[in-house]
């Protein structure tokens, strides 16, 4: 049986709101946890709008995933978690330009509320290590 690894958050990454930390690890399978588009160096949003914070949560996803022997294309999972669908396109901008080619699988889900005040989206995902 796969060991399980918790990982603590990276310091250039936003750290959980709550009890729980963003990466788990089994084998080669990779967990990250719901991810707002906070920018860590100050702590607040990365912006107003869906784009800013998509961009920002796939950049933050891209830290936590190199810091466990992984990358953005070894996604293999989505989850989006939208306060309001008129922002599926500018989420989807955001993505586009953070994923490039790789299309992994995913879900949008439309959420009524999110736990911090502002915040337009999460994403959480599972992916794969690079080896």
Do not use: C, W
């Not at 989420?91 to 509320?113: L, Q, S």
């Amino acid at each position: 049986m796969s060991s399980k690894v918790i990982t603590s958050t990276p310091a250039n990454t936003p750290h959980p709101i709550g009890p729980y930390n963003h990466i788990a690890k089994v084998g080669q399978f990779i967990s990250i946890g719901g991810t707002a588009g906070v920018n860590p160096a100050t702590g607040k949003l990365a912006g107003p709008d869906a784009y800013s914070q998509t961009k920002q949560i796939l950049e933050s996803f891209k830290v936590m995933l190199e810091s466990v022997g992984s990358d953005l294309n070894q996604i293999i999972h989505v989850n989006v978690f939208l306060k309001d669908m008129k922002d599926f396109g500018s989420m989807n901008r955001g993505y586009i330009e953070k994923m490039g080619e790789h299309r992994p699988a995913r879900t949008v889900i439309g959420v009524n509320e999110l736990p911090k005040p502002d915040v337009l989206l999460t994403m959480n995902l599972t992916a794969v290590t690079g080896t």
